[in-house]
């Protein structure tokens, strides 16, 4: 079984692409990353994310994996790595590569040994030559806590120096339940400002997971000028209504379907440039729709939703992905129950905007095989995100989980050329 598609682009070489996974074929770790030279046709399995043995416990990689690449063409690969007791110890590891084959130890880049794991973490690379502060390295996620108790926060680690040491800052006050933080995204743009978008809600007490019983959600979104150094308060730019537990519809086993407010910039030269985008779904009452909001003045204020899908479109609609062209386009690739009568077998589909996410044009049908969420092996779990690239101005790479073996979950990488 593997899952979870994050994808990435070498800046120096276009041909060159790297995907990180939740891959129960590297056990006993669970995260693994595969890298094609040839712009996605082939793929190798590079890397399964060493074991860290520390004086009280061996920690294990498990989950959530992220890519990135700096401007000099190193390859990075991210994952939260847990406790071998089950206390939830743990911390996000990060290892490089000059050559995308060969990698080094890992390097504790959020979390304290000895603390709670952070969780829901992403990683992002400053990859843009005009930036002050181009090849910095970012990482975020919600926590950690030497105790919880009921606590959450959005937290941001930064190096400057290629990965070998990392400063840690809070993004926003602690929250405490039944106030939750979840689900972290983070992004660079080109001037070097980094840009932080996460889930918050308010849950019901006596409900278990907070956020998990909240019937609005908030998406927040902060910012920093400075390197990561210090943040702006937090700003709500979007409210989504939610399903029972985060459950996808339709689904034998409650197959959770977590809402990442996914945050890409457009960092071209081109009449957009500096435009934020955030893609995420919303529940409109009897299905999910994927929808993108716009900022076009740095994150001051944001735009309506612009949905995805056309209106006729009444499926679930979920797990979307967003990235922008070097010249200025935003991709949308999702997954989409709309050929299925029966609202539950998925197919992944795309979207693109040239107008600045005005707008999103022709919905293109990325495969044909239809996957069913439950079709998961033994792990009762479909994933919990996809991801999207480009190659050069015109080839936009999705990468998904499919499920059309009729055996387990597989990672899928399909593209469209747009001309």
């Not at 998406?219 to 985060?246: C, L």
């Not at 949905?307 to 967003?322: E, G, N, S, V």
Request: with cysteine.
């Amino acid at each position: 079984m593997v899952t979870d598609t994050p994808i990435v682009t070498n800046p120096l070489d276009q041909g060159e692409l790297l995907l990180g996974s939740v891959d129960f074929n590297c056990y006993p770790s669970g995260v693994g990353f595969h890298l094609s030279r040839d712009g996605g046709s082939t793929w190798t399995r590079v890397l399964c994310m060493p074991f860290i043995d520390t004086k009280n416990y061996t920690y294990v990689p498990l989950g959530e994996p992220s890519v990135g690449y700096d401007r000099k063409g190193t390859a990075y690969a991210a994952g939260v790595y847990y406790d071998d007791d089950a206390y939830g110890t743990g911390f996000v590891g990060v290892q490089k590569s000059s050559n995308g084959t060969d990698w080094g130890k890992p390097v504790v880049a959020l979390g304290r040994v000895g603390y709670v794991a952070p969780f829901d973490t992403s990683l992002a690379v400053d990859a843009s030559p005009h930036s002050p502060r181009v090849d910095s390295l970012y990482v975020s996620g919600v926590g950690p806590f030497r105790a919880v108790h009921g606590k959450s926060q959005v937290w941001a680690s930064r190096s400057v120096d290629g990965g070998a040491t990392w400063a840690q800052t809070a993004v926003d006050p602690v929250q405490l339940y039944p106030e939750e933080d979840r689900l972290n995204r983070i992004a660079v743009g080109k001037d070097g400002t980094v840009y932080v978008t996460w889930l918050h809600c308010r849950g019901k007490k006596g409900g278990g997971d907070g956020g998990a019983l909240c019937p609005t959600a908030h998406m927040m979104f902060s910012k920093s000028a400075d390197g990561g150094n210090t943040w702006s308060e937090a700003q709500r730019i979007a409210a989504v209504g939610m399903p029972h537990y985060w459950e996808l519809p339709h689904t034998k086993y409650d197959e959770r379907v977590l809402d990442y407010p996914v945050i890409a910039v457009d960092n071209s030269s081109g009449p957009h440039a500096g435009n934020l985008y955030v893609a995420m779904y919303t529940w409109t009452g009897t299905y999910l729709r994927v929808q993108v909001i716009r900022s076009t003045d740095g994150g001051t204020t944001w735009s309506q939703p612009v949905r995805l899908a056309p209106p006729t479109d009444t499926h679930d609609q979920f797990f979307p992905a967003i990235s922008v062209s070097p010249t200025g386009v935003a991709g949308v690739s999702w997954l989409d129950r709309r050929n299925d009568p029966a609202n539950i077998d998925y197919q992944a589909f795309a979207a693109f905007s040239d107008d600045g996410g005005q707008h999103f044009g022709t919905n293109w049908q990325l495969t044909q095989e239809f996957s069913n969420p439950d079709t998961n092996g033994d792990f009762n779990w479909m994933g919990d995100y996809t991801g999207n690239t480009w190659r050069g101005d015109n080839v936009f790479i999705a990468a998904w989980m499919d499920s059309s073996n009729g055996v387990d979950m597989q990672e899928v990488v399909g593209e469209v050329r747009l001309k």
